[in-house]
C-alpha cells in the first residue's frame, strides 16, 4: 500500500527566504506525482505535475524535483512572500491498473512579512 | 468561465438524515472525483467515475453512494450509515481517467453534524 509522507509538517519563515518542502512516498512505482497547494477553507490549486520519466519541473518561483529511486520529491520556492502562506500537498499516482492518488498530509507553510 | 462547482459551501446534518452534496463542471471532462478531507490528514478517495452512467468504489466508500447520470454533474450522498461525517468534502475532475492527467479541484463543501 502506497504511503506519502511530508516533512515538516509545518514552517514559519520570513519574507524572501528560500525554501524546501519535503515529500517521501514508500512505493518506487509510481506514474507521476503532484504538487498542489491548498488555501483555508478552499479547494486545490495544481502547481506542478512530474511524470515519473522526469527529474524536475518548474513554474517561476516553484521547482519541484523526482528522484523516483530513493521515493522522494522536494518543492523548492524561492524568494518567498506571504501571498506563499498556504498549506502544500504532495500527491503520487500508483496502484498498477487500478491507478489513483495518493495524499499526504501536506506542510503548512507561513511566511511572514 | 469553465471550472468546477459545489454546494452548499456549508452543509448541516442532523442524526439519521441522508443529505446530498453537488458537484457540477463545465470542464468537460469525463472523470470525476469525490474525496474527504479531515483535519491534519491527506485526501482520501470516497467515489470516482471514469465516464458518465459508471462509477467505482474508492477506498473509503461505506455509508456513501454517488451517482453519474450525466456528464457535468457528479452528486454524493451521505447517508445515515456514516457514522462520521463531519469532514471537507471535495470534488474533482479530469479530462480523463488517464496516467497524465491532473486533477481539478472544487471550491469544496464543509459538513458538520447537528
Known amino acids: 500500500k502506497q504511503e506519502v509522507t511530508q516533512i515538516p509538517a509545518a514552517l514559519s519563515v520570513p519574507e524572501g527566504e528560500n525554501l524546501v518542502l519535503n515529500c517521501s512516498f514508500t512505493d518506487s512505482a509510481i506514474y507521476n506525482l503532484q504538487w498542489f497547494r491548498q488555501d483555508p477553507g478552499k479547494g486545490l490549486t495544481s502547481l506542478l505535475l512530474?511524470?515519473?520519466?522526469?527529474r524536475e519541473q518548474t513554474s517561476g518561483r516553484l521547482n519541484a524535483s523526482l528522484d523516483k529511486s530513493s521515493g522522494r520529491s522536494t518543492l523548492y520556492i524561492a524568494a518567498s512572500q506571504p501571498g506563499d502562506s498556504a498549506t502544500y500537498l504532495c500527491a503520487v499516482k500508483s496502484g498498477g491498473s487500478n491507478y489513483k492518488l495518493t495524499f499526504g498530509k501536506g506542510t503548512l507553510l507561513t511566511v511572514n512579512p | 468561465d469553465g471550472g468546477i462547482t459545489q454546494s452548499p459551501k456549508y452543509l448541516f446534518r442532523k442524526e439519521g438524515q441522508n443529505v446530498t452534496l453537488s458537484c457540477e463542471q463545465n470542464l468537460n471532462h469525463d472523470a470525476m472525483y469525490w474525496y474527504r478531507q479531515d483535519p491534519g490528514q491527506g485526501l482520501r478517495l470516497i467515489y470516482y467515475s471514469q465516464i458518465v452512467n459508471d462509477f467505482q468504489k474508492g477506498d473509503i466508500a461505506e455509508g456513501y453512494s454517488v451517482s453519474r447520470e450525466k456528464k457535468e454533474s457528479f452528486p454524493l450522498t451521505v447517508t445515515s450509515a456514516q457514522k462520521n461525517p463531519t469532514a471537507f468534502y471535495l470534488c474533482a475532475s479530469s479530462m480523463s481517467w488517464g496516467l497524465q492527467e491532473t486533477q481539478y479541484f472544487g471550491p469544496g463543501t464543509r459538513l458538520l453534524v447537528l
Open positions: 512530474i511524470q515519473s520519466s522526469q
